[in-house]
């Protein structure tokens, strides 16, 4: 009978130690299989990190390309204007509507060419921080654009905080600012929206001392399985000739690695909204 009892005893042993080697060996290759996906997980990161450096260079090559192209007749186009300027004051032909869109070609001009630097500053290290006035920098901004909106009857409604100042560089802001509002008025036009507007808020929260810029337009919003897509590189909903996708990409690279930010698209019972939050620059 003691026998019998040691053999089952024995047996009970022997059936639990391959119960807990089977246990182990099920943990060891659950998590061998974790380690899988997490190294397929990092390499995929890496993979797409490698491809969007990969992306940008090309971006950076083709603005380098844009910028030796278009610099020298920028300047013809500003020396044209000029010598007209000089031509009507010697004729005694001075007439103000005609001046006001003689400045308004310089304006645009100027811009265009500071775009160019913009990028290809953006695309180099050591660039120069500074701290700027954030309503200054959007009414800078928006007098390049004013006009294109007015020509289309796009209604605008901008309430902006004072004395907000934020760290970076204006004239990446400016880029930032003028890729979604452009965006928004291609919406509005392409759409055929019959009242169309863009409200554009600037204001501080004082709670975080974080400043929130939110730009809404009422062009009936995103679709949204696009939603998640606009700041990817070379995507784009609009035809060839209208756009190439680098737009929103940029404005998130800047809005993120230059101003330590964030940006964001939603949907609103209106349209789209874009929300950019930034750090507060106290004084």
């Not at 032909?93 to 500071?114: G, P, R, Y």
């Not at 291609?186 to 400043?211: F, R, W």
Request: aromatic share 8%; net charge positive; proline share 1%.
């Amino acid at each position: 009978m003691l026998i019998d009892i040691l053999v089952v005893c024995s047996s009970i042993l022997i059936l639990y130690s391959i119960i807990n080697r089977l246990n182990i060996y099920k943990l060891n290759n659950k998590n061998l299989k974790l380690k899988m996906q997490n190294l397929k997980l990092e390499l995929k990161e890496k993979n797409n990190f490698l491809i969007k450096q990969s992306k940008l260079a090309n971006i950076g090559e083709t603005i380098s390309y844009i910028s030796h192209q278009w610099k020298q007749p920028l300047a013809q186009i500003n020396s044209i204007v000029l010598r007209i300027d000089i031509y009507l004051n010697k004729q005694k032909l001075k007439n103000e509507v005609i001046s006001n869109h003689l400045n308004e070609i310089e304006q645009m001009t100027a811009h265009m060419s500071d775009t160019l630097n913009t990028f290809d500053l953006y695309l180099k290290p050591n660039k120069e921080i500074e701290n700027f006035n954030i309503k200054d920098t959007f009414y800078y901004s928006f007098n390049l654009i004013s006009k294109m909106l007015e020509s289309n009857n796009i209604k605008t409604k901008i309430n902006i905080n004072d004395n907000l100042y934020i760290k970076g560089i204006a004239k990446e802001f400016t880029q930032v600012l003028l890729i979604i509002i452009n965006n928004a008025k291609d919406v509005l036009i392409d759409k055929k929206i019959l009242t169309p507007q863009i409200d554009i808020n600037i204001l501080n929260n004082k709670t975080n001392n974080k400043i929130i810029l939110t730009i809404e337009d009422n062009g009936k919003g995103i679709e949204e399985q696009y939603l998640d897509k606009i700041f990817s590189p070379y995507f784009t909903t609009k035809n060839s000739s209208q756009g190439t996708g680098h737009g929103l990409y940029i404005a998130k690279m800047i809005v993120e690695k230059s101003m330590n930010g964030s940006i964001k698209a939603i949907n609103t019972i209106k349209g789209a909204k874009f929300i950019i939050e930034l750090n507060q620059k106290l004084n």
